[in-house]
């Protein structure tokens, strides 16, 4: 490392363009990670801003939080205002607020007497919704991730999805850049003005961050940026050399460790600072939080050590807390000066208060949505396989709309896959797909959606990867999974786009699957019968959490959040080694959730044809037909099923069988 | 140098993941971000045979172990075994007050039908604020029906502003509250307690909640705190008609400051 005593110059603005910096200062954290943890909450912060910025600058209060925390903030680009997400109190919400710098240059504040606010301040956005991260976007508004008590719980259960919204400067117009469950993170502008961000989330039942970019008003729709990702960039940074600059941290474990990144031309993201490890590794020389790029190729940065230190998840087993201060950092040598560094509380995410310069990329036109009058956000495309060919497989869509807080505080996603409400009127609702493989339809506006291929039994044949969704008027086309997201190939001459497209956005018309309503009644007339899957026959068995072997009872019995019934269709069929993890034995479960042609209970129950039917097989192939060995087929059998209940149970099922009933928990 | 870190990131999981995360439960050699880490690494297999390491980590002094214990168990299925063990943590006269928040916390994590009774007698009979406040937010979390009550007893009776607050909170997330202890709540000493009522009375649950808008309405133009003011129009926002218009027009040219941005941003997004 470089010497790290050098006094910063005095001429900042000759040398780098700023004489002053906006910074946060946190009282400190027992580790790194937690104090970029979202939900951190440590009374006593402040906004300040140091002119000039060295080390006996002048300290000004911005915002003065004795009882309260902040969640991150931002330099508009003409450098005269701040937004800022400030708690006032433990009973508060993290809110943004828009600081006037001139005000409070000539003596003005922010918070006065009562709860009011002073003359520097405007407050931009209200309610119980946590609005953290702000970032000036080119077109002057602010993006922003909210949190909100009735969105969509987040996909491990834990909490609320953090989603991406945009605010105009003065807070109005909220609009919803994101849709997916899960956690928005990272989110940053590129050169060429879109918005760059990160999602945490649920892919295929594993925990990762996924990379996405969106223009800035969403209207195509965020899109995949790259593979998944095994650390995390926070607040990426633009450095005018067609590279993106971040803070890396870990991405397992605590939210430890960091230094800055860049990512490369195939999209990974590398550690650039000599001598600090991307990882949760020991890291003896410290670590870096928040860098902004500086004109000379140096970085505004956080940064922090400790004395005899190995800043990682493990500072707080040794005793140590990491003191966070204001440096400018050389990524070629590691070498760096300090600015400052107030030892009593954490000094963090280092603004230039400036004039910014808006790259021409970033100036070009912000993609706006039509007004079209009508509510909902429609979908158009083909349906093709991997070929680019015609699935003739493929009759009917069904779209699941992820389910609210509201209905159901904590289910999303079950074991990787997907909960949700059948969009349109009763459960059997779907959108055709027409003979050219063209589809037409508008769904419900600002909601995550997931499409299903069906094939004519009404099973999902395949489910689309991402939730997608928009605002109203939005427009979402693709032409096949494989193909190019953005437009659909000759749509306007498909036979979809001849009539209308298929309305399904009305939410009063969804369908919410409660088993107890919808299945245990079915359960009970044909297999909960004496002699079968009643509590003293137990006919089959399964191998039930405890890695126990149970017989199969289809009784409506209560059994924790959910039933006995549910609990043994359900229940994951595997035995694993105690120690290890390691499965021993494993079969599909009964009931596997999104899935209906995998759910064994449907293969031995078999479904008859629903749509198209010309020419199909009546029975399913990939199931049992009737006359076969299961009982409830048997002739003399007074318990079978008609054809809706089996096709109740395979939508159902491919909606992610849920349990329902306020409060269930996967 | 670029390639050096290269190797560094391939090979990143394999530190991370170092060594049976099991043996990184035991809280006598390990602090809590070491904890966290091995139990968000066991939740990716859950081997049953952390359950007997994690009960005792209930109780942990460090509230995002215990919360984080208790996440675990009940993606483990293991919440009736969980809030036994926290039940047991938090009835225990002699365990720290640290010990008795964590296990309020977990109880709360672990959304265990059984952990009501528990959360009920902590919220209702224990002298420590912090644990009545805890106890509160818990039940709030559980979203089950059966604590309207201790909890209303709570919003009217408790002497604590914070465990009043705590307690309006919980009221808009359990599903049988009515909403009239909240609308009393909105005249409460406290601002904290009015805000949290607010905010529980905007839930789509209350929408129809006879005199709602009007409550509201007195709030915008008469509180003493411009939060309170300016939540008062946030909430009236999304509801009523012309007499909540009028109201919001006029809260512009209120000598809160707070209070006439929060009403200039209803009347947009009426608009």
């Known amino acids: 490392m470089a010497a790290c005593q050098d006094p910063f110059p005095r001429k900042l603005n000759e040398e780098l363009g700023f004489s002053s910096i906006v910074f946060a200062q946190r009282q400190p954290a027992t580790n790194a990670g937690s104090l970029v943890a979202p939900q951190s909450f440590r009374p006593g912060g402040r906004l300040v801003w140091l002119d000039p910025a060295t080390p006996t600058g002048k300290i000004i209060v911005l915002a003065d939080l004795p009882a309260g925390d902040l969640y991150g903030h931002d330099v508009s680009a003409d450098g005269k205002s701040v937004v800022a997400s400030l708690r006032i109190d433990a009973h508060d919400r993290a809110h943004l607020y828009g600081i006037d710098l001139a005000i409070i240059a000539e003596g003005g504040s922010c918070f006065v007497a009562n709860g ?18 702000p970032t000036y976007l080119p077109d002057g508004r602010i993006a922003f991730l909210r949190e909100d008590p009735q969105g969509q719980v987040d996909f491990q259960g834990r909490g609320r999805s953090r989603v991406l919204f945009a605010v105009e400067a003065d807070g109005s117009h909220a609009l919803r850049l994101d849709i997916g469950p899960g956690h928005s993170l990272g989110l940053g502008v590129t050169g060429e003005g879109q918005l760059q961000f990160n999602r945490w989330t649920l892919r295929q039942g594993v925990a990762q961050f996924l990379p996405f970019r969106s223009d800035l008003n969403a209207v195509a729709g965020p899109v995949p940026d790259g593979a998944a990702l095994a650390v995390l960039p926070m607040a990426p940074q633009w450095d005018g050399q067609d590279e993106l600059l971040a803070a890396c941290v870990a991405a397992l474990g605590t939210w430890a460790a960091g230094t800055v990144c860049r990512r490369n031309q195939e999209g990974q993201w590398e550690g650039i600072v000599p001598g600090l490890p991307m990882g949760a590794g020991c890291s003896p020389q410290g670590r870096v939080r928040d860098p902004f790029p500086l004109r000379d190729q140096r970085l505004l940065v956080s940064y922090a050590t400790v004395p005899q230190g190995c800043l990682n998840t493990e500072d707080g087993d040794h005793g140590m807390i990491p003191d966070f201060g204001i440096a400018i950092l050389d990524p070629q040598d590691g070498g760096r000066r300090p600015v400052f560094n107030d030892p009593q509380r954490a000094d963090l995410q280092p603004r230039p208060v400036m004039a910014r310069a808006i790259d021409e990329g970033q100036a070009g036109i912000v993609p706006q949505l039509p007004d079209c009058g009508q509510p909902g956000v429609t979908f158009a495309g083909f349906i093709m396989d991997a070929q680019q060919q015609v699935n003739s497989a493929a009759k009917r869509l069904r779209v699941l709309q992820g389910l609210s807080g509201k209905i159901a505080p904590w289910q999303m996603e079950i074991g990787g896959r997907t909960v949700g409400a059948v969009c349109g ?30 094939d004519s039994y009404g099973a999902a044949i395949d489910v689309d990867p991402q939730w997608r969704g928009g605002p109203d008027c939005a427009r979402r086309t693709c032409s096949g999974c494989h193909a190019a997201a953005t437009e659909a190939v000759d749509f306007d001459a498909s036979l979809a786009a001849q009539s209308p497209p298929v309305d399904i956005s009305d939410q009063g018309t969804q369908f919410s699957f409660d088993f107890k309503r919808d299945i245990q009644p079915i359960l009970n007339a044909s297999c909960n019968t004496a002699g079968c899957h009643d509590s003293e026959t137990l006919a089959g068995n399964y191998v039930n959490l405890s890695g126990n072997l149970q017989g199969i009872d289809l009784t409506d019995e209560p059994a924790g959040r959910t039933s006995i019934a549910y609990r043994s269709l359900l229940s994951v069929d595997t035995i694993r080694n105690d120690s290890t993890g390691r499965i021993l034995v494993s079969h599909r479960p009964y009931v596997v959730p999104g899935s209906a042609r995998e759910s064994r209970v449907i293969g031995r129950l078999g479904v008859p044809c629903r749509y198209d039917c010309d020419g199909q097989a009546p029975w399913a192939d990939w199931a049992m037909g009737p006359g076969k060995t299961h009982p409830e087929d048997q002739a003399a059998w007074s318990g079978t ?23 269930a928990s996967p | ?47 049953a045979q952390a359950v007997a390491e994690l009960l005792p980590l209930l109780g942990h002094e460090d509230i995002e172990v215990a919360r984080t214990a208790a996440w675990l168990l009940r993606r483990m299925g293991r919440g009736p075994e969980g809030a036994q063990a926290a039940g047991t943590v938090l009835a225990d006269g002699e365990a720290s007050v640290a010990s008795r928040l964590s296990a309020v916390r977990a109880l709360g994590e672990l959304r265990d039908s059984t952990a009501s009774a528990a959360l009920v007698t902590a919220l209702g009979g224990n002298s420590d604020e912090a644990l009545r406040v805890a106890a509160a937010r818990a039940l709030g979390q559980l979203h089950r029906p059966g604590a309207v009550d201790a909890l209303t007893q709570a919003l009217t009776a408790d002497e604590s502003e914070t465990v009043r607050a705590s307690a309006a909170q919980a009221l808009g997330q359990v599903p049988d509250a009515d909403g009239h202890a909240l609308l009393s709540a909105l005249q409460d000493s406290s601002a904290s307690v009015r805000l949290e009522a607010i905010w529980s009375l905007a839930r789509p649950s209350f929408a129809v909640l006879a005199g709602l808008d009007e409550r509201l309405i007195e709030l915008l133009q008469n509180d003493q705190n411009c939060r309170v003011q300016a939540e008062a129009a946030w909430a009236l926002s999304g ?22 941005q929060a009403a200039s941003w209803a009347i947009t997004t009426r608009k």
């Not at chain 1, 609702?429 to 997931?450: K, N």
């Not at chain 2, 999981?13 to 971000?33: I, M, N, T, V």
């Not at chain 2, 509801?239 to 009028?246: L, N």
């Open chain 1, 641 to 663: 099923l008609t054809d809706e209940q089996r096709w109740l149970l395979v939508d159902w099922i491919d909606a992610g069988a849920p349990f329902l009933g306020r409060g």
């Open chain 1, 425 to 454: 009127n009763g459960s059997g609702a779907t959108v055709p797909i027409a003979a050219d493989a063209s589809f037409h339809f508008r769904a419900p506006a600002d909601a995550p959606l997931r499409l299903q291929v069906l």
């Open chain 2, 239 to 260: 509801r009523g008609d012309q007499k909540v218009q009028a109201a919001l027009e006029a809260a512009r040219a209120s000598n809160c400051r707070l209070a006439a």
């Open chain 2, 1 to 47: 140098m670029r390639n050096l870190w290269l190797v560094l990131l391939l090979a990143w999981p394999s530190w991370a993941q170092a060594g049976d995360p099991l043996q990184r439960l035991d809280p006598d050699l390990y602090g809590p971000g070491t904890l966290i880490a091995a139990m968000e690494e066991l939740s990716t297999y859950s081997p």
């Open chain 1, 116 to 133: 009011d606010l002073g003359a520097a301040c405007r407050r931009l956005t209200f309610g119980p919704t946590n609005d953290t991260r």
